[in-house]
Nanobody
Framework: QVQLVESGGGLVQAGGSLRLSCAASGLTFSSYAMGWFRQAPGKEREFVAAISWSGGSGVYADSVKGRFTISRDNAKNTVYLQMNSLKPEDTAVYYC???????????????????WGQGTQVTVSS
């Protein structure tokens, strides 16, 4: 049974930082590209960042580029999202997701992902 469990969310002031973690089990983690998505109240879920199975540089939504960094540790079956310079508009439930698809151009698409976590709440106060 595949499980993706996010952690690290919370309440932070604008300009602050948080690091989200997503621990994966039940799959061969190093064979999956990983993504982070978010959903704000009343809005559709949107792409945030993704990283290929081998790591390296990630791909990012324009709204977070330069502020967020995605990384992974295949030895720990974990993907991270370092979020700096947080803004109130970053407030959302953040989800991690896993896909066997490797092409970077598909990693922006929600329907490319096979498995999803339950999400972790991030609230940024002004």
């Amino acid at each position: 049974q595949v499980q993706l469990v996010e952690s690290g969310g919370g309440l932070v002031q604008a300009g602050g930082s948080l690091r989200l973690s997503c621990a994966a089990s039940g799959l061969t983690f190093s064979s999956y590209a990983m993504g982070w998505f978010r959903q704000a109240p009343g809005k559709e879920r949107e792409f945030v960042a993704a990283i290929s199975w081998s790591g390296g540089s990630g791909v990012y939504a324009d709204s977070v580029k330069g502020r967020f960094t995605i990384s992974r540790d295949n030895a720990k079956n974990t993907v991270y999202l370092q979020m700096n310079s947080l803004k109130p508009e970053d407030t959302a439930v953040y989800y991690c997701a896993a896909t066997t698809l490797g092409d970077r151009w598909v990693l922006y698409r929600e329907n490319a992902y096979h498995y999803w976590g339950q999400g972790t709440q991030v609230t940024v106060s002004s």
